[in-house]
């Protein structure tokens, strides 16, 4: 079998743009939809919306490779770095603070350019004791040795393709670097696809391959942003449609050098991962719309009320009666009842039709 890196025009890529024309402009849409909303937000939301979306990020681009991270240990990881208070900080793991640092140099410093040095800090942030599970390997430097691309967990892997030579990975990731640095003419949302796929082909170390070329997908979309502010996750995308991904990756390496398929995918791919952001985006600038207008019109009320009203923001499930507001509360049926009548008489919430006694309630977002 002959592996497009084994072929003699390698790495010279190409592709059809007219079959790639109708996802951009999708892509483009979906950035400035997402962009233009998150903008208007304060800075404090816009901080949560990053946090969110790069632990997300983190915590699927590992699962990919069958690694399970602790979210709130992830988020707390995030949150200090970015100096953004949360509710609940959770003590450093020093995993998941590694693949945290990876993140934050490929986004806060996505003007800098991508070197081999960058890289190999990169590889050993995400392996500091020198160890992947039980296995003792190379960090910091390029792999020696065979090298096969594979997914699942060790034991149950599958083999997707076999990359160049371990003589060749010098001179093959200084061609990519060079590549990659270089101003060109490129579409830069087409050159992101390649530069995944091309990081992907040489597969230059030893384990981390993966989460680095989807590190590298997110240092190029920040190019793109020019914002180092992140409020999509592409790696939850993929960890959704990973069996797609591996499959359009197998196919794009045992193929020929027109990588359209391939452009096609990774397109599609990216532009779900900005629509479903800009479907959570709503709920955030409905939130944020509500307590602006609420601050403006100087209307008090209590803590408890305020954590009423941000339950049904974020999307509360089932109906709120009084008795369930007391048991999540683990207050009396009275105090419950007071904060939500204080509610309705303030016009937040009205009550549902039906019968008065165990009565639920709904918010009125146009109640300001």
Known sequence: ?????????????????EALVESLLDVRYQQGLLLGKMRSLGFPLQAQAT???????????????????????????????????????TPPDQHAEGIVQVMM?????????????????????LFPTGYSGLRKIRTGEWREGKMEAVSGREGNEKIHFEAPLAERVQHEMQ?????????????????TGLAHLHFLTIHPFD???????????????????????????MS???????????????????????????????????????????????AVLEKDIFWRGLEERSIQITERQKELINRFLDGFEGKLTTEKWAKIKKISHDS????????????????????????AYTLILDGL
């Not at 101003?183 to 050159?191: E, G």
């Open 105 to 125: 140099d490929a986004t806060e410093n996505f003007s800098k350019a991508l070197t081999e040095e960058r890289l190999f800090a990169w590889h050993a942030a």
């Open 51 to 89: 946090i969110s979306a790069m632990t997300e990020e983190t915590i699927k681009s590992s699962a990919i490779e069958g690694e399970i991270l602790n979210p709130e240990s992830v988020r707390s990881s995030f949150a200090r770095r970015l100096g953004v208070p949360i509710p609940k900080i």
């Open 1 to 17: 079998m002959t592996y497009i890196h084994e072929l003699g025009d390698w790495p010279d890529f190409r592709w059809r743009t």
């Open 207 to 233: 384990d981390g391959n993966g989460r680095i070329a989807r590190a590298i997908t997110e240092l190029t979309l920040a190019r793109i942003e020019k914002s180092a502010q992140r409020f999509y996750a």
């Open 236 to 282: 939850s995308e993929i960890r959704d449609e990973r069996k797609e991904y591996y499959a359009i990756l197998e196919s794009t390496q045992n193929g020929e050098l027109d990588v359209t398929n391939w452009l096609t995918w990774f397109l599609k791919c990216l532009c779900l991962a900005i629509e479903r952001a800009n479907a959570l985006s709503k």
């Open 175 to 191: 061609v990519f670097l060079s590549w990659f640095n270089r101003a060109d003419q490129i579409s830069p949302l087409i050159k």
């Open 336 to 359: 419950a009842l007071r904060d939500i009548q204080g509610l309705i008489e303030k016009g937040f919430l009205k009550q549902g039709a039906g019968r008065t006694k165990g009565a």
